[in-house]
């Protein structure tokens, strides 16, 4: 007779709800190094959702090909992305090639992401231009915003069906 824990590591279905409940992403890393099957049962709910922050971006520049040449980017179904404008310029690379590698690398994770569903894009303002005050027609009434100077952020989410 198989212990206990092999028995729960064989029933998928057990495996598929402790991975819906684990919210921990460092546990779920952990999860799956345990064993094949784990990593087999894991992958897809470790890499369910993917970020991209000013932290992280230099992977979009320097690392892409690595990124790109991870399977488990098909587990994907949700990529959010807000990457401060400006914010890895010790790159060597200024702002116009910075912010086209950046698009490129989204692009090229777009394509290897078959199960996306849901993908936002913010786009933080720049911090060297700002909105003065004026006033807005919005829904047939007169609005008049603050004065200067305030910042807009710009907020694009797609949710698609394949």
């Given amino acids: 007779m198989s212990s206990p824990t092999k028995q729960f590591a064989s029933i998928p279905e057990l495996l598929s ?33 993917f970020w991209i922050r000013s932290t992280n971006a230099q992977f979009l520049v320097e690392n892409v090909q690595l990124l790109l040449g991870n399977s488990s980017l098909k587990c994907t179904k949700g990529l959010d992305v807000a990457i401060r404008p400006y914010s890895r310029l010790d790159t060597g690379h200024d702002e116009g090639t910075l912010s086209e590698l950046y ?39 007169q609005r008049h915003s603050p004065q200067p100077p305030y910042q807009l952020f710009i907020r694009i989410v797609l949710s698609f069906d394949r």
């Fill in 17 to 49: 709800c402790l991975g819906r409940n684990v919210v921990n992403r460092k546990l779920m890393y952990d999860l799956c190094l345990t064993s094949k099957s784990f990593n087999a049962s894991f992958t897809p709910f470790l890499y369910a959702e």
């Fill in 103 to 141: 698009n490129k690398g989204v692009q090229a994770l777009l394509m290897s992401m078959p199960e996306l569903t849901h993908f936002t894009y913010v786009l933080p303002p720049n911090p060297l231009r700002s909105v003065n005050g004026s006033s807005v027609n919005i829904a047939g009434k």
